[in-house]
């Protein structure tokens, strides 16, 4: 058990919805990073959020975007969902960056199925 | 830019051989290397990790990897394939940006 949690775990939805995914990361750490999992692009980096405020952005497509609160808790929003969103989704989280050499610990990911 | 290649989609070692993933990575810093492995249904759980210490890194389950320089290579290894092991492997680099950017897998199997 990394420490770090996400729901749900699954979730099947249809294509034009949105959802949220949510992700509470360990203790003490401030960062929070989203990932993709997908058969054809692999895991990709979404974002970053640093205590409250985005960091760094990677392949996030404008449909998406994300928060975190002041709880340190971050969620995922995914807007006008299509069938290629079907996905793992990771959340993970590290005391602050990368910058020295921190760890990054993953959650157990939600699915998203899109019908 | 950093990336890494790792190279074969998949691996199958029979049980007590010996377990070699490749990872040859690209980054124009010192890199940050990582392997991480995820069993079926699961997260991602850390391995191991090379932040610029030692350049042999050992991590949990016995297993180890060496940072060459000269070769661009983050290879693992484990002396003795378990059941167990069977899973994917993912190689990752830290970026400019301080993310990680993960390489395609590698999916262990191990033949008792």
């Known amino acids: 058990d990394s420490g770090v949690t996400q729901t749900p775990k699954h979730l099947i939805t249809a294509t034009g919805q949105r959802v949220t995914l949510r992700c509470s990361p360990r203790?003490?750490?401030?960062?929070v990073y989203w990932y993709q999992q997908s058969l054809d692009q692999g895991l990709q980096f979404l974002i970053q959020?640093?205590?409250?405020?985005?960091?760094a952005k990677g392949n996030i497509l404008e449909r998406f975007s994300a928060q975190q609160f002041p709880d340190l808790h971050s969620e995922l929003n995914l807007s006008s969902l299509e069938l290629g969103d079907s996905a793992l989704y990771f959340c993970a989280s590290s005391v602050v960056g990368l910058e020295s050499g921190n760890t990054q610990y993953f959650g157990p990911g939600t699915r998203l199925t899109v019908l | 830019a950093q990336s890494v290649t790792q190279l074969g989609s998949h691996v199958s070692v029979s049980e007590g051989a010996l377990v070699l993933l490749r990872c040859n990575y690209s980054?124009?810093?010192?890199?940050?290397l990582f392997w991480y492995v995820q069993y079926p249904n699961q997260g991602l759980q850390l391995l191991l990790k090379y932040t610029s210490a030692a350049t042999l890194v050992k991590g949990i389950n016995g297993f180890e990897a060496e940072f060459k320089k000269s070769e661009t290579s983050f290879h693992l290894t484990k002396p003795s394939a378990h059941m167990s092991d069977a899973a994917e492997y993912f190689c990752a680099v830290r970026t400019g940006a301080n993310n990680l950017f993960f390489g395609t897998g590698t999916r262990l199997t191990v033949i008792p």
């Open positions: 959020y640093y205590n409250g405020e985005e960091r």
């Open positions: 203790s003490g750490d401030l960062s």
């Open positions: 980054s124009s810093v010192p890199p940050y």
